[in-house]
């Protein structure tokens, strides 16, 4: 059995404030265009909780010296990026990704038809839509940052610091030139 941390309970407090300070700064911005807020809410915060996993699990294995491997760095690059960018396309054309939810949301909303399903009902409207957009918005990103991780990792490379300087013969004995690297 896997004993709880203190700093995995950490990393948990963290998250639950850090998704309640963010959307009571979202909530409380008279700049941002009010049509994006439940995008940003409901879409990004799990790519931004996914990224500040992967900063997490980077510190913790460099404090205990051991180095990280390359996969988790690519991981949360690559997740950064794809934060960055989705928020910049939020905040910037906000009816694009409403245009692009729309496409998303058209095949669901004709089944659920089909089946009978209320849309105006709380469970759909605080429950639904919002898992299906964190789904459709941070989906991607995550899955194929841990795509790019993994295959990173599948190179067994191992990020650690040097315990002694580099150094380089003077003669150029190749062999000896090898064996540092």
């Known amino acids: 059995m896997h004993r709880l941390s203190i ?3 950490m ?3 963290a ?3 850090g998704n309640l300070a963010a959307t009571r700064v979202l909530l409380n911005r008279d700049s941002i265009d009010q049509s ?3 995008i940003l809410l409901s879409g990004l915060l799990p790519l931004a909780d996914a990224m500040i996993l992967g900063l997490f699990l980077l510190v913790r294995q460099r404090w205990t010296g051991t180095g990280y491997r390359v996969g988790i760095l690519v991981f949360t690059a690559f997740n950064a990026f794809a934060l960055t960018s989705l928020i910049a396309v939020c905040v910037a054309t906000p009816s694009t990704i409403e245009d692009a939810l729309a496409i998303y949301f058209e095949p669901i909303s004709k089944w659920s038809i089909w089946v009978g399903y209320d849309f105006d009902s709380p469970f759909f409207v605080y429950l639904i839509f919002p898992l299906l957009t964190a789904i459709g918005l941070s989906g ?3 899955v194929l940052g841990l795509l790019l991780g993994w295959l990173a990792n599948s190179r067994d490379l191992v990020i650690v610091r040097r315990s002694r300087p ?5 003669g150029g004995d190749s062999a000896e030139i090898a064996s540092t690297f």
């Open 7 to 9: 700093s995995n309970s």
């Open 11 to 13: 990393l948990a407090i």
């Open 15 to 17: 998250l639950v404030a």
């Open 36 to 38: 994006v807020i439940p």
């Open 140 to 142: 991607p990103p995550v």
């Open 166 to 170: 580099l150094s380089t013969p003077l």
